[in-house]
Structures are given as C-alpha cells and as structure tokens.
C-alpha cells in the first residue's frame, strides 16, 4: 500500500487512502492528488484531482511546475 507523500509544491500531498489521506489534508488547506488504483471516483462532495496510475502524477506536476 502508498503511503502519503508531502512534496513542496505549495504544500501538495499525493495519497491513495480517501478517508485517511485525502479528507484530512483537504480539511487542512492542503492541495490533494488521489490516486485510486481502482479507478474509484472522488465523491462528488469533495472534487480533487485524482488519477490511476504513476503518469497522472507526473502530468499533474509537470503542469504545476509550468
């Protein structure tokens, strides 16, 4: 299983574990990546952005770092 990781970029966390990962981050202000290795969606609750697999990440960073 993933750990979370915290890396600077604004202070963004990457986590696989909705409840524990994503909700509490996102309560605190802190940009969040899920990534499901299911495929699972975020809730519609609480849209962040989310992916499946190592090169969603790296997009998602690549377009930060644009």
Known sequence: ML???LF???D???GNDW???IVPAH???ICT???SLNG???PDDLAVPNG???QDVHNLLAACLE
Do not use: Q, V
């Open 3 to 5: 750990k979370a990781i």
């Open 33 to 35: 990546f899920w990534l």
């Open 52 to 54: 499946r697999t190592l």
């Open 27 to 29: 309560g605190l202000g």
């Open 40 to 42: 699972d969606l975020p």
């Open 19 to 21: 409840e524990n990962d």
């Open 12 to 14: 963004t966390l990457l």
């Open 8 to 10: 600077d970029l604004d």
